[in-house]
């Protein structure tokens, strides 16, 4: 089992800044392809970025790429930040964290079996 927990979301301004961390905790937690979702109200759930294990390789969304770069700490493999940059009030939504293994298409919710609880990111003026 592999628990997430996100933090970091809250009210920013157009054109601001955040990062959003998701720690997991679990045994084998530190080796798994880790990832982040958003899901905006009455929309469908949307694939943010994702990063592998143990090849470091990301892959970012269309709506996010060039905004958002994913990380995993160095020293402390259990957590994952995403840093968004130049924030749009189109990026308002719930932000989830999942970890799965394995290969499969990254960017589905279905090539990930754990998630977290999500974090709110609103973009406002």
């Known amino acids: 089992q592999v628990q997430l927990v996100e933090s970091g979301g809250g009210l920013a301004q157009p054109g601001g800044s955040l990062r959003l961390s998701c720690a997991a905790s679990g045994r084998t937690a530190s080796t798994y392809n880790m990832a982040w979702f958003r899901q905006a109200p009455g929309k469908e759930r949307e694939f943010v970025s994702a990063?592998?294990?143990?090849?470091?390789?990301?892959?970012y969304g269309d709506s996010v790429k060039g905004r958002c770069t994913i990380s995993r700490d160095n020293a402390k493999k259990t957590m994952v930040y995403l840093q968004m940059n130049s924030l749009e009030v189109e990026d308002t939504a719930v932000y989830y964290c999942?970890?799965?293994?394995?290969?499969?298409?990254?960017?589905?919710?279905?090539?990930?079996?754990?998630w977290g609880q999500g974090t709110q990111v609103t973009v406002s003026s």
């Open positions: 990063l592998t294990w143990p090849g470091g390789n990301s892959w």
């Open positions: 999942a970890a799965g293994l394995g290969g499969g298409d990254l960017t589905r919710s279905n090539s990930y079996r754990f």
